[in-house]
Nanobody, 123 residues
Framework: VQLQASGGGLAQAGGSLRLSCAAS????????IGWFRQGPGKEREFVGM??????????MYADSVKGRFAVSRDNAQNTVYLEMSSLKPEDTAIYYC???????????????WGQGTLVTVSS
């Protein structure tokens, strides 16, 4: 599956943005979709993971975004979303989505990376 993130832009601190991750080639129904970000001069890091399409495993989030970000999926649209609220300047980064067959938070465990989308949060 190939994924493409979109929806980034400029937001003020305390504001909200919704990112989209559109899939092509295969349905997202059978994948765990992870969101990652890479800030200036930083390594790519895990942000959050979609609800698992099977079983009862809840989505996971990095501690830095827990309570502020939420991942959801729309299988009919073959799209996964990242709802970001209470944005902080430190959330400024390029955001990426990727796919995995199992729930995990390591970058190396995901594939199907597309071009990311830039989110800039001003103070």
């Amino acid at each position: 599956v190939q994924l493409q993130a979109s929806g980034g832009g400029l937001a003020q601190a305390g504001g909200s943005l919704r990112l989209s991750c559109a899939a092509s080639g295969r349905s997202v129904r059978t994948y765990v979709i992870g969101w990652f970000r890479q800030g200036p001069g930083k390594e790519r890091e895990f942000v959050g993971m979609s609800p698992v399409p099977w079983g009862s495993i809840r989505p996971m989030y990095a501690d830095s975004v827990k309570g502020r970000f939420a991942v959801s999926r729309d299988n009919a649209q073959n799209t996964v979303y990242l709802e970001m609220s209470s944005l902080k300047p430190e959330d400024t980064a390029i955001y990426y989505c990727a796919a995995s067959r199992v729930p995990r938070s390591d970058v190396g465990g995901y594939s199907g990376w597309g071009q990311g989308t830039l989110v800039t949060v001003s103070s």
